[in-house]
């Protein structure tokens, strides 16, 4: 059985840092590409990085382009995401995804979702 756990969210003050880690279970994590989303109350999900199965190639949206970095330990089927200099916008419920693929799009990242984890609240007070 697969599951897809993260943790790291909490409140925290504007300008700011905050690690989300995401381990999983049951799959061949070093097969797979790894991706974070974030889903602001009222707003859809949206996919806000990616980072290809071998670490070679890592994509963000420009909403965190410069600001968050994502990198991954195959030794521990985890998956990071650095998020420095936090905004009140980027308040939002994180999720993390196992993913076939990742693509970048006219429409932003286009991520062919696997597994989804349950999510880890983030909150940035101004």
């Known amino acids: 059985q697969v599951h897809v756990l993260e943790s790291g969210g909490g409140v925290m003050q504007e300008g700011g840092s905050l690690t989300l880690s995401c381990t999983t279970y049951?799959?061949?994590?070093?097969?797979?590409?790894m991706a974070w989303f974030s889903q602001a109350p009222g707003k859809e999900r949206e996919g806000i990085s990616c980072i290809t199965w071998n670490g070679e190639e890592k994509i963000y949206a420009d909403s965190v382009k410069g600001r968050f970095t994502t990198s991954r330990d195959d030794s521990k089927s985890t998956m990071y995401l650095q998020m420095n200099s936090l905004k009140p916008e980027d308040t939002a419920m994180y999720y993390c995804?196992?993913?076939?693929?990742?693509?970048?799009?006219?429409?932003?990242?286009?991520?062919?979702?696997?597994?989804w984890g349950q999510g880890t609240q983030v909150t940035v007070s101004s």
């Open positions: 995804a196992a993913a076939s693929t990742c693509l970048v799009t006219m429409e932003g990242l286009d991520v062919w979702v696997e597994h």
């Open positions: 049951g799959l061949n994590f070093e097969d797979d590409a």
